[in-house]
């Protein structure tokens, strides 16, 4: 298998200019001062200009947080080279999507739209996808309760793993026929949701630092309302932007899915992607940055209303450390190879197509060993 190069280019500070020069990007990054609040962060604000070089054959696809301005021939030079463009909010949420003309397959794109509205396709894809996420997320609680010295939290840990093996044989013990009943979907995801609530009913026993700065409750979103709810959905919003990456470059539409229902601007198949990868990755990487301090209640802030948000600071570090764990190795269980693990969403992505295309009779999700 080919090297995939994904290098994601991340403008984080407002106001950043990106303009063209033959083959390069030329960057401008302002400076403001540092106790200037972020709402009063403007071009007559700055004291001071950070700029940058970058050539486009380094690029994958650009991600602006916030308001930044990339220049009409920059972005002819980013299509030109396949390099998508995303602009998201500050707290991570996808708001539009720039690439240049798709050089994918038509066969493709309709194999998965007939697949889509076919609802037994659809329940036995969901089945698959629900079942990896459930796995992963017994694998994380499992290495956890190995980890814990707690005896009555290595017992809820216990509990919690022996309620999602349960969960996972019943998808297994499904058939054929259930799988084309009617409301099978609507099934699938009321068991997605019982093995979601397991799992997060004990999360906050994942934590060994930080536990009264990150406590958590329960998941909220748009906008979170703690700490670590702000930390995974920022986590959630950077897979998110790498699925929908993956699933364009195959060929798949990223907005035609089959577990999540289709609204519009939302990303369906990426979601549906990116369940198998929430808890090893996103979760397990949140984990890690609190119990090694990494990241701290300085990194966030509180907005009026409750809303939680990260700082500049804070937010640089999360993608930091995200980027990084994208360099590490992980054997694939099914390839046999070790590959990195930014690699994982391109290959999964090419597993779902080919199982869309018929070559393989089932779409097997990531199940990292």
Request: glycine fraction near 6%; aromatic fraction near 8%.
């Amino acid at each position: 298998m080919a090297d995939i190069v994904q290098n994601t280019l991340y403008l984080t500070t407002p106001g950043s200019y990106a303009a063209r020069d033959h083959l390069t990007l030329q960057l401008e990054v302002p400076v403001y001062p540092v106790d200037l609040p972020p709402e009063e962060r403007t071009r007559d604000k700055v004291v001071d200009w950070r700029k940058l070089s970058i050539p486009i054959h380094h690029l994958e696809s650009i991600c602006v947080l916030g308001v930044s301005t990339i220049s009409p021939p920059a972005l002819d030079l980013c299509w030109e080279h396949g390099v998508a463009v995303n602009f998201l909010s500050e707290s991570g949420y996808l708001q539009a999507r720039m690439t240049g003309v798709a050089d994918t397959s038509v066969t493709l794109r309709r194999a998965q739209f007939r697949a889509a509205d076919q609802p037994a396709r659809c329940a036995a894809l969901a089945r698959q996808i629900i079942a990896g996420k459930l796995q992963n997320s017994r694998s994380s609680l499992l290495r956890a309760g190995r980890e814990s010295e707690i005896s009555n939290l290595k017992s809820e840990i216990q509990e919690a793993t022996e309620a999602l093996a349960a969960q996972i044989e019943g998808l297994g013990r499904w058939t054929a026929l259930e799988l084309g009943q009617p409301d099978a979907l609507d099934r699938l995801r009321g068991a997605e949701g019982m093995g979601s609530a397991t799992y997060f009913g004990v999360f906050n026993g994942l934590l060994k630092q930080q536990r009264d700065d990150f406590a958590f409750t329960t998941r909220t979103r748009r906008p979170p309302r703690d700490r670590i709810n702000c930390l995974l959905s920022f986590l959630y919003a950077l897979i998110r932007h790498d699925c929908i990456a993956a699933l364009t470059s195959i060929g798949l539409d990223p907005f035609v899915g089959f577990l999540h229902a289709e609204r519009p601007n939302r990303p369906a198949l990426a979601l549906d992607l990116m369940e198998e990868f929430r808890p090893w990755l996103a979760d397990r990487l949140a984990i890690t940055l609190i119990n090694r301090q990494q990241v701290s209640s300085s990194d966030f802030r509180v907005r009026e209303g409750g809303a939680v948000e990260f700082t500049d600071t804070g937010r640089k570090r999360v993608i930091t450390a995200y980027q990084q764990r994208k360099q590490e190795q992980l054997q694939h269980p099914l390839l046999d190879q070790n590959l990195r693990v930014g690699q994982m969403p391109f290959v999964q992505a090419r597993l779902l197509a080919r199982h869309l295309r018929g070559d393989l009779p089932d779409y097997v999700p990531f199940v990292p060993k």
